[in-house]
């Protein structure tokens, strides 16, 4: 709760020197465009959230993002129904997710490891079978599943907010979501506790995956074309909301609020930069700072606790 307010702090901060030193910030297309954009990054967070509860990591979700995304295009250009395009794109990556499960959970990978080899794996292979080249000639209804934009885009942050909201609900309420918690938390005590913490593992890749894959294909509907070199830098974006709304690197914490907020201060920064006239390429290191920031947030109680055990030890 205490990271979550200063997140909200430090959003406001920074909307209240927008508002006074960039107010064409808040005119309503781009913070439209700042919505629609950011909502299929949203389920990327939501699975980072679980990963990262459950005390490892996924950076290989950029990688999968683009593969996803090519994968929705050419679902779409074979003749899969537009109905049926989302569930399919859903079916591949609940498979990629599965594969980084497996590598995790049953092979006892580190997942720095595991996803790291998947992250380049991927992009290879991808760059390999497309030639760089962009996925094009997308059925005419590819575009906004066939609606005006307008409709489109409400379709679009409707989805993505339903889904959020439906794993928010039930991280809190079902005991899948205190399995992952308790596992975050102390492996070995879940085990003891009877709890399947291999499957757990498995089940919060699985879900990372579609997820991804969800949010790919929400994504490339925006678009008549779609890059074969999308989401890169997606998976520090992810890491970043859900580590400083409050997740613990090391598992066992974090909320599907906080990430919210984490990931609406770090999608006002990009544009805020833009409209502030400062330069864009600024946005990586800053995300790269909050990162390290937050980690150090949560490391410096418990080196403190740490010294304090050690010297009553001493005096004793």
Do not use: H
């Not at 909307?15 to 808040?26: E, K, Q, R, W």
């Not at 049926?84 to 499960?101: E, I, R």
């Not at 308790?182 to 009877?194: F, I, N, P, Y």
């Amino acid at each position: 709760m205490r990271r979550e307010l200063s997140v909200t702090v430090a959003w406001a901060a920074l909307l209240l020197v927008l508002a006074f030193a960039a107010p064409s910030f808040f005119s309503l297309s781009n913070l439209r465009d700042v919505t629609v954009a950011n909502a299929p990054v949203l389920l990327v967070a939501a699975g980072m959230t679980l990963v990262i509860i459950a005390g490892e990591i996924d950076i290989s979700v950029g990688s999968q993002f683009a593969l996803l995304s090519v994968a929705a295009g050419v679902a779409a250009k074979s003749g899969v129904p537009m109905a049926l395009m989302v569930p399919v794109t859903a079916v591949a990556g609940l498979a990629l997710g599965a594969l980084n499960g497996g590598l995790v959970a049953n092979l006892r990978i580190p997942s720095i490891v595991a996803t790291l080899a998947a992250m380049i794996a991927l992009r290879d292979a991808l760059r390999w079978a497309t030639g760089g080249a962009w996925i094009e000639g997308l059925p005419s209804r590819f575009q906004w599943f066939g609606l005006p934009q307008g409709g489109g885009e409400i379709l679009l942050v409707a989805v993505c907010a339903l889904i959020y909201g439906a794993l928010a609900w039930a991280l809190r309420n079902l005991s899948a979501g205190r399995f992952l918690y308790a596992v975050g938390s102390d492996r070995e005590a879940a085990r003891l506790a009877g709890i399947p913490v291999t499957r757990v593992l498995f089940a919060a890749f699985a879900l990372m995956g579609a997820l991804t894959a969800v949010a790919a294909a929400m994504n490339a509907i925006r678009f008549r074309e779609i890059q074969s070199n999308t989401g890169i830098g997606l998976e520090l974006k992810a890491i970043a909301a859900v580590v400083v709304g409050g997740a613990s690197i090391t598992g066992g914490r974090g909320t599907f609020t906080g990430t919210l907020l984490g990931l609406g201060l770090l999608a006002t920064i990009g544009p805020a930069l833009t409209y502030l006239g400062i330069s864009p390429y600024w946005e990586k290191a800053i995300q790269g700072a909050i990162i390290l920031c937050s980690i150090a947030f949560d490391a410096l109680p418990a080196r403190l606790t740490s010294r304090t055990k050690e010297a009553k030890l001493a005096r004793a």
